[in-house]
């Protein structure tokens, strides 16, 4: 096991709500990154959070949003959610911003309908 | 931006033969190239990484080797068993802030008692 834990495990919204998913990283590290995987796909990077703040984002549209908190734990916000939203989300921690070595939790499974 | 290709999508070994996956990546600036194995219901586990500076790495029963002139990079698993059997991810990753990690399409590895 990583030490990096994820909730909830599995999620149903609608088209249309809010989610909100939330990580703990691993004890140590400060960098948190956030990740999309579709059903049968490699992950694609959402962004990333260094001392609670945006440090790189990948190609995903503003509704999705985040958080980092003082105790380094993150928060994946979703608005106005999509059919195409449904995945896999993997947050991922490393021990620095300039780390290339991700450790991954077990990742939250969102359904839309 | 980065891109990498991964074959072959499935693969099937008997247990005891050896399996080899296959990568490669576009953009001469990636500098780190992680393998994941993931699990049915899991977040991606790092197996093993490669740094650009190193041409081969083992593990116990796996290897990756990288070929920076040619820009790809191999995955090795000898006398595979079935608990090998997973989807592994190669990823690749360049220098920068948020060092954010670019996946393959995922290997579907079936090992046969």
């Known amino acids: 096991e990583t030490g990096v834990t994820q909730s909830p495990t599995h999620l149903i919204k609608t088209r249309g709500q809010q989610v909100t998913l939330r990580c703990s990283s691993q004890s140590g590290h400060n960098t948190v990154s956030w990740y999309q995987q579709a059903l049968g796909q490699g992950p694609q990077f959402i962004f990333q959070?260094?001392?609670?703040?945006?440090?790189g984002r990948g190609n995903f549209p503003p509704r999705f949003s985040g958080l980092q908190f003082p105790n380094y734990s993150s928060e994946l916000n979703v608005n106005a959610l999509e059919l195409d939203d449904s995945a896999l989300y993997l947050c991922?921690?490393?021990?620095?911003?300039?780390?290339?070595?991700?450790?991954f939790g077990p990742g939250t499974r969102l359904t839309v309908l | 931006g980065e891109n990498v290709e991964q074959h072959p999508s499935t693969l099937s070994v008997q247990e005891g033969d050896s399996a080899v996956i296959k990568c490669t990546y576009s953009?001469?600036?990636?500098?780190?190239f992680p393998w994941y194995k993931q699990e049915l219901g899991k977040g991606p586990q790092l197996i093993i990484d490669i740094r650009s500076n190193v041409g081969e790495k083992k593990d116990q029963r796996i290897a990756v080797t990288l070929n920076k002139t040619a820009k790809h990079f191999s995955l090795h698993i000898t006398e595979t068993q079935p608990e090998d059997s997973a989807v592994y991810f190669c990823?690749?990753?360049?220098?920068?802030?948020?060092?954010?990690?670019?996946f393959g399409s995922g290997t579907q590895l079936t090992v046969l008692p």
């Open positions: 990823a690749a990753s360049m220098v920068g802030s948020a060092r954010q990690l670019t």
């Open positions: 959070y260094y001392r609670e703040e945006e440090n």
């Open positions: 991922a921690s490393t021990l620095g911003a300039g780390d290339a070595l991700q450790y």
């Open positions: 953009d001469s600036a990636s500098n780190y």
